[in-house]
């Protein structure tokens, strides 16, 4: 992944939208394919590398890493490594991970609704 300039005309675009636009920087954050499905599987508790890769099967390993990365950037998730061998890392909500639960729920409830309007439409 390329790395934008800070200074570059698209970062302070995004910068901007942030600040004018509550939902933008959300959607900044939990935004993307993979970092809501991340977020919801961890809300029943920390997870290891290899339960998060089982319980979403479709996902590649270069996404996984990416988007675990960027969450804890983001300072949505906490990555905890114990200095073991074989070394033992989890994954798991911070506060502000936490925070978001009550929104990961209202948002698959309204997929469920969403989806069933759909059909009968």
């Not at 900044?28 to 029943?44: D, M, P, R, V």
């Not at 319980?55 to 990365?69: D, F, G, N, R, Y």
């Not at 506060?95 to 009550?102: C, V, Y």
């Amino acid at each position: 992944m390329t790395k934008i300039k800070e200074s570059s005309s698209t970062n302070i675009n995004k910068e901007l939208s942030e600040l004018k636009c509550p939902v933008t920087y959300v959607m900044n954050k939990i935004g993307g394919h993979w970092k809501s499905i991340i977020i919801f599987q961890l809300i029943t508790g920390p997870k290891r590398y290899s339960e998060l890769k089982r319980a979403i099967p479709v996902i590649t390993e270069k996404m996984l890493i990416q988007s675990l990365k960027q969450l804890e950037a983001d300072r949505l998730v906490i990555r905890k490594a114990e200095v073991v061998v074989p070394p033992f890392v989890t994954y798991s909500l911070s506060d502000s991970g936490r925070e978001l639960i009550p929104l990961m729920h209202l948002m698959a409830e309204w997929a469920i609704h969403d989806s069933q309007r759909t059909v009968r439409n």
